[in-house]
């Protein structure tokens, strides 16, 4: 009996000690402590663990905004969340929305499940309405899991579509270090050198230009393209 009570002791000192540590490490509030403990848990995670450097996404601190990546791995959203000190609201593929065990998590940080069939009117309409309620939804415009070493450059027309009903910035970041590339698992698993490049926010009239998809999927993707010629294709 007495053993028993030791051990329960120890596992609940031990819970405790992991919700503290997440708490402490925890920069946005996600309007639940489960969350918060969980947001902290990925910082450490990231910053220690996959050793992340480089720029924080500098989001206003209120209203609503978009943050757009290259998508190389599992990794990406927590990398992100570990770079942003606002929640973010993920568009996420169904298959893996629904993914057994996971569900719950994504649930639970209000992710937008995408219909990748081609049924995607009502995840649009969703992250419009997060967006015009002053959340920040994150999105990978290559669609999947891309590789810079992968010839296709171009974004898919959704960002642009979206940014036509919404007046919001849009945060691009390209992520660089992962080991385990191409991989959902392997590249959480595999120690990296992570690191985050934080680009200007571009303005909606920025995709009014006839490139705009191919720009940015190159600046994403690490290919010669100069950001700051972003902030003069439109005044």
Same mark, same amino acid.
């Given at each position: ?10 596992? =609940?000192? =031990?819970?405790? !000690? ?9 920069? @946005? ?7 918060? *403990? ?5 910082? *450490? ?13 500098? #989001? /206003? $601190?209120?209203?609503?905004? !978009? ?28 298959? $893996?929305? $629904? ?14 499940? +995408?219909?990748?069939?081609?049924? +995607? ?5 969703? +992250?419009?309405?997060? =967006? ?24 898919? /027309?959704?960002?642009?579509? #979206? ?8 945060? /691009? @970041?390209?992520? $660089?270090? +992962?080991?385990?590339?191409?991989? =959902?698992?392997?590249? *959480? ?6 690191? #985050?490049?934080?680009? /200007? ?35």
């Amino acid at each position: 009996m007495i053993d028993y009570l030791l051990i329960m002791l120890v596992i =609940v000192s =031990v819970f405790l !000690i992991l919700i503290a540590i997440g708490l402490k490490a925890n920069k @946005a509030d996600w309007g639940f402590w489960i969350t918060n *403990v969980i947001d902290g848990w990925i910082r *450490v995670f990231c910053r220690r663990y996959h050793r992340l450097n480089g720029d924080n996404i500098n #989001l /206003p $601190e209120t209203g609503g905004a !978009i943050v757009i990546a290259n998508h190389i791995s599992g990794l990406d959203p927590f990398l992100l969340i570990a770079s942003c000190h606002r929640p973010l609201r993920f568009m996420i593929a169904k298959e $893996e929305y $629904e993914r057994f065990g996971l569900n719950w998590m994504f649930k639970l940080a209000g992710c937008i499940p +995408v219909d990748r069939s081609g049924r +995607v009117d009502k995840a649009f309409r969703e +992250v419009i309405r997060n =967006v015009n309620n002053g959340e920040v939804v994150a999105l990978f415009p290559h669609g999947k899991i891309h590789l810079d070493t992968e010839e296709k450059t171009h974004i898919k /027309p959704g960002l642009r579509k #979206l940014t036509q009903k919404l007046a919001c910035s849009v945060f /691009p @970041a390209r992520i $660089e270090g +992962v080991r385990g590339q191409g991989s =959902v698992f392997t590249g *959480v698993i595999l120690r990296g050198k992570t690191r #985050l490049t934080s680009f /200007p926010p571009l303005a909606q009239s920025h995709f009014e230009t006839d490139d705009i998809d191919y720009q940015l999927g190159a600046l994403l993707l690490g290919r010669a393209v100069d950001p700051d010629s972003f902030q003069h294709s439109k005044s």
